[in-house]
């Protein structure tokens, strides 16, 4: 990477929609400073143009068809590790924002985002930094749920909701009064932004291996 402030960001674009691809490739060619230098419509081809075209950024569909962008950043990274990758996604799926940085991606941006974010992100990586949509970011810190604001015994009681247990079987394994589980379990959904039983339960669920099935103290 050998961009700096007073070059053109070199731009490979990696989408398999055709008109994905012309849309985008004209809005960035209209910005001063930013240059599509290739198109490609699947791995084989990036990797083709990846050596054709040396670009600082390669701005990676992450649904490609026979493929996904995720293993395709892998790929690219090992033929030329000083290339800099952004994610261009429909989906704001953690899951799928995770894979992507874990395999070197530096950012991750929604193709419903407007014009100048996604410029943005472009320039961010390009100089090195990392970029996420703040609607990707928004999902992401929240699916890292602060589990550790719990104290002890709301982390026990957590972990009982998620294998089913009532606030009255909860009460009496813990020693506790039903009203002091109910009590706990307002203080629950309070710290982890929860709103309403079901979506409580429902996080204590999804998040009952994390629990570690703990016993009573």
């Avoid at 055709?18 to 930013?34: D, F, H, T, W, Y």
């Avoid at 506790?176 to 204590?204: D, F, M, P």
């Amino acid at each position: 990477m050998t961009t700096n402030a007073a070059q053109e960001i070199r731009i490979l674009l990696v989408d398999d929609h055709p008109m994905v691809r012309e849309g985008l490739a004209a809005r960035l060619s209209s910005v001063a400073g930013l240059r599509v230098v290739g198109e490609a419509g699947d791995a084989d081809e990036a990797r083709l143009r990846l050596l054709e075209t040396a670009p600082d950024v390669a701005l990676l569909d992450v649904g490609l068809k026979g493929s996904n962008g995720i293993d395709l950043a892998v790929s690219l990274l090992a033929q030329n590790p000083g290339l800099r990758v952004l994610m261009f996604s429909m989906y704001d799926n953690p899951e799928y924002v995770q894979r992507a940085l874990q395999a070197g991606a530096r950012g991750y941006v929604l193709k419903d985002a407007p014009a100048s974010e996604i410029v943005a992100a472009i320039e961010a990586v390009a100089a090195g930094g990392t970029f996420l949509s703040p609607a990707v970011s928004k999902r992401l810190f929240r699916n890292q749920a602060p589990k550790p604001l719990l104290s002890a015994r709301e982390s026990e009681i957590l972990s009982a909701l998620g294998r089913g247990e009532s606030s009255k079987q909860i009460a009496k394994t813990f020693s506790l009064s039903v009203r002091t589980v109910e009590a706990h379990r307002q203080n629950i959904k309070r710290k982890l932004g929860l709103e309403g039983q079901a979506e409580l339960i429902k996080y204590a669920v999804e998040h009952a291996q994390e629990m570690g099935g703990q016993t009573p103290g």
